[in-house]
T-cell receptor
């Protein structure tokens, strides 16, 4: 079965501190892409960071970085210098090409609270 | 308008009503998607349209009927829904010319079925 597991339903972090959100996935595909999406309260879901599975180097976008462990099928998100605007639901997902289209498989999400 | 827009933002309907959700993308993309987001469940992909052709129907009940008249517009027609269909329905679009492209999401329609 193709699944994504986010084991932390909720997390909290102090402003300016670092937090890591965990994600594991299960796929038999060898070529796929991994994503972290952010959904702020009552706002649109937006892409935070993307990782190509064939690349060993971990992706980084400003304060956001990932720890990609392909053999362990693990894809955690680290947020450094947390800001109040980082408070949101974070969804881990992977995409696979299937039947002429691309399919995103999501986890249940982690709700991140940032305390001032 | 920019990005992906959805109307209406909120919808309350009875089980015997017929209604439609509308999505429009202003990004020049050629693939569009419908997702269902329920509390404490992963986002569920419902339908995919690639170059206006439906390429994915993820075992969605026939009371949900998608329509994609062109690459910029996507509809979800609803009829005889059940209370368990209450959820946030998200539309997304992407450029499907290569794998791994970002999907851009709309704000969603919050649907309540009474």
């Amino acid at each position: 079965a193709q699944t994504v597991t986010q084991s932390q339903p909720e997390m909290s972090v102090q402003e300016a501190e670092t937090v890591t959100l965990s994600c594991t996935y299960d796929t038999s595909e060898s070529d796929y892409y991994l994503f972290w999406y952010k959904q702020p309260p009552s706002r649109q879901m937006i892409l935070v960071i993307r990782q190509e599975a064939y690349k060993q180097q971990n992706a980084t976008e400003n304060r956001f970085s990932v720890n990609f462990q392909k053999a362990a099928k693990s894809f955690s998100l680290k947020i450094s210098d947390s800001q109040l605007g980082d408070a949101a639901m974070y969804f881990c997902a992977y995409s696979i090409a299937q039947g002429g289209s691309e399919k995103l498989v999501f986890g249940k999400g982690t709700k991140l609270t940032v305390n001032p | 308008e920019t990005g992906v827009t959805q109307t209406p933002r909120h919808l309350v309907m009875g089980m015997t009503n017929k209604k439609s959700l509308k999505c429009e993308q202003h990004l020049g993309h050629n693939a569009m998607y419908w997702y269902k987001q329920s509390a404490k469940k992963p986002l569920e992909l419902m339908f995919v349209y690639n170059f206006k052709e439906q390429t994915e129907n993820n075992s969605v009940p026939s009371r949900f009927s998608p329509e994609c008249p062109n690459s910029s517009h996507l509809f979800l027609h609803l009829h005889t829904l059940q209370p368990e269909d209450s959820a946030l329905y998200l539309c997304a679009s992407s450029q499907a010319d290569r794998e791994g492209n970002e999907q851009f999401f709309g704000p969603g329609t919050r649907l309540t079925v009474l």
